[in-house]
């Protein structure tokens, strides 16, 4: 059971990074997916969420239209998309499972995967 951040980096400022989520060892279409970040000395924040049913989303307010998430079922993979990064982007991104039909482990967390926004 778990799952696995991937696509973080160095990148200037206004560049562009898309992170994957993959999961595996759960019913990934039983699961809210979610996107935190934490950069050091600060505390964990919500980026975006994807919610079922129907996959709703909802993003920080320091998002301002800047990054999408999404998933594809048929990989058990979620993304986000980031776009027009700033310096204060600058985080390690996890990625979060949480079970809201059946059963199964009630989330699952990541280990997550840097993104350096520096010129």
């Known amino acids: 059971v778990q799952v696995v951040e991937s696509g973080g980096g160095l990148v200037q400022p206004g560049g562009s990074l898309r992170l994957s989520c993959v999961a595996s060892g759960f019913i990934f279409t039983h699961y809210d997916m979610r996107w935190f970040r934490q950069a050091p000395g600060k505390e964990r924040e919500l980026v975006a969420e994807i919610q079922l049913p129907g996959d709703s989303t909802n993003y920080g307010k320091f998002v301002k239209g800047r990054f999408a998430i999404s998933r594809d079922n048929a990989k058990s993979t979620v993304y986000l998309q980031m776009n027009s990064l700033k310096p204060e982007d600058t985080a390690v991104y996890h990625c979060?499972?949480?079970?809201?039909?059946?059963?199964?482990?009630?989330?699952?967390w990541g280990q997550g995967t840097q993104v350096t926004v520096s010129s």
């Open positions: 979060d499972a949480q079970r809201v039909y059946g059963m199964g482990p009630p989330g699952v």
